[in-house]
């Protein structure tokens, strides 16, 4: 079955460094496009970015344009999210979702669970 | 970008009865391929966010068939039709037509009476 597992959450200080990684299982990886999407602390879900299916591709949202950088490892079925110049807003629950590459739409299906990622001094 | 508004933020329901929640856009959500990218999405407690409907009214593999979406434009409604406890969670939704960025709407807060 479709399976996605972020992992690389944690405590972190503002100003520094954090990189997550989700690994995909279940689905033919390189036939899909990935989204990153955060939920702070008891609010909403905003989305972050996104990777095409071959990383040719790449979107962000502008709060974190030049601050965090999506990457993919077809041959590894991974997909990466490095975050730099952390703030303290971008506290949260990350999520990874696929998306099929030719929807032209690039909705998320399936999500993983989430990793917390806490920006705390 | 398109803002999503949802309402009500918070729906108390009694069991067994039928719930509405409205979803509008800023802009049409009409593509110029023809298709209107409205999504729904379910969080359970505790759980990550599934999709229940694509396209505003096609369900998702193992929705039940007890939700439904329609609407057009920048008018769009999630309908259930009996509420049972499994539903009780936080539904949004999203726009796939305008993008960068998919954006979502605030959340509405599904509990039981």
């Known amino acids: 079955q479709v399976q996605l597992v972020e992992s690389g959450g944690g405590v972190a200080q503002p100003g520094r460094s954090q990189r997550l990684s989700c690994a995909a299982s279940g689905f033919s990886f390189s036939n899909y496009g990935l989204h990153w999407v955060r939920q702070a602390p008891g609010k909403g879900l905003e989305w972050m970015a996104l990777i095409s299916y071959d990383g040719g591709d790449k979107y962000y949202a502008d709060s974190v344009k030049g601050r965090f950088t999506i990457s993919r490892d077809n041959s590894k079925n991974t997909v990466f999210l490095e975050m730099n110049s952390l703030r303290v807003e971008d506290t949260a629950v990350y999520y990874c979702?696929?998306?099929?590459?030719?929807?032209?739409?690039?909705?998320?299906?399936?999500w993983g669970q989430g990793t917390l990622v806490t920006v705390s001094s | 970008d398109v803002v999503m508004t949802q309402s009500p933020l918070s729906l108390p329901v009694t069991l067994g009865q039928p719930a509405s929640i409205s979803c509008r856009s800023s802009?049409?959500?009409?593509?110029?391929?023809?298709?209107?990218?409205l999504n729904w999405f379910q969080q359970r407690p505790g759980q990550s966010p599934r999709r229940l409907i694509y396209?505003?009214?096609n369900r998702d593999s193992g929705v039940p068939d007890r939700f439904s979406g329609s609407g057009s434009g920048t008018d769009f409604t999630l309908k259930i039709s009996r509420v049972e406890a499994e539903d009780v969670g936080i539904y949004y939704c999203?726009?796939?037509?305008?993008?960068?960025?998919?954006?979502f709407g605030q959340g509405t807060k599904v509990e039981i009476k």
């Open positions: 802009q049409s959500l009409l593509h110029s391929d023809g298709n209107t990218y």
């Open positions: 999203m726009q796939g037509t305008h993008w960068p960025p998919w954006t």
């Open positions: 396209q505003v009214s």
């Open positions: 979702a696929r998306a099929y590459s030719l929807d032209i739409a690039v909705v998320p299906d399936y």
